[in-house]
């Protein structure tokens, strides 16, 4: 990738290593020569006919080229990569590239207390690749159900117990959303909801 897009990934913290995976050759050859300058934001640089994991990647930047443009000019303002992150343009409804948790500061304050927590997790998710954004409960994971359009019944649903000194921060409001730090400790095993507890967080009737 060309200097310009290193930092830009690397400042709203995208993981930039994943996204050398996520992307074919020909995907970063268009992004390469899109956008060199911050000034290409505001470009029109958007397209369907490279591949889905570029338009994803391309529909965030546009979406979001205010927020980005914002925190190129003051890289102070770390809030704003909580917006990113949380932000509607990203689906858990398909495949997607990563955010680097290392670089989000952290303002969740820890009790010391265990949590239960619970995630919906994506088709191809295990135990060995847990995703770190969870809900503290069942109307959480139906609102994110709910707004990534997903169906319950054909994806793996998590439940962890977690010292809350491992959450990194909270997220959607809507989604009982917590964030979790990357490479996150839990206890024991992860366990998996069993038919009658879908039910109740299942969009299907």
């Known amino acids: 990738m060309?200097?310009?897009?290193?930092k830009l990934f690397d400042l709203i913290a995208i993981d930039i290593e994943h996204l050398n995976l996520f992307l074919t050759s020909s995907e970063k050859q268009y992004l390469n020569s899109t956008?060199?300058?911050?000034?290409?934001?505001?470009?029109?640089?958007?397209?369907?006919e490279e591949g889905e994991n570029l338009e994803v990647l391309l529909h965030f930047l546009t979406c979001?080229?205010?927020?980005?443009?914002?925190?190129?000019?003051?890289?102070?303002?770390?809030?704003i990569l909580l917006k990113l992150y949380t932000s509607g343009t990203i689906s858990g409804n398909y495949n997607c590239f990563r955010f680097d948790l290392s670089k989000f500061p952290q303002t969740y304050k820890s009790n010391g207390k265990m949590l239960t927590l619970y995630r919906i997790g994506r088709e191809d998710e295990g135990q060995e690749s847990l995703g770190n954004s969870w809900s503290k409960d069942f109307t959480g994971l139906k609102n994110y159900a709910l707004s990534s359009s997903i169906n319950v019944d054909s994806r793996p649903v998590f439940v962890i117990e977690i010292s809350d000194s491992e959450v990194?921060?909270?997220?959607?409001?809507?989604?009982?959303?917590?964030?979790?730090?990357?490479?996150?400790?839990?206890?024991?095993?992860v366990k998996s909801l069993d038919i009658e507890e879908r039910r109740k967080i299942s969009c299907h009737k």
């Not at 956008?35 to 369907?48: A, G, W």
Request: hydrophobic share 30%; with cysteine; charged share 35%.
């Open 168 to 189: 990194l921060c909270e997220g959607s409001s809507k989604e009982n959303e917590l964030i979790l730090k990357k490479d996150f400790k839990f206890n024991n095993k």
């Open 64 to 79: 979001h080229a205010e927020d980005i443009t914002s925190i190129w000019k003051d890289n102070s303002k770390k809030e």
């Open 2 to 6: 060309n200097q310009f897009l290193e």
């Open 35 to 48: 956008l060199k300058s911050i000034e290409d934001l505001n470009s029109d640089f958007y397209t369907s």
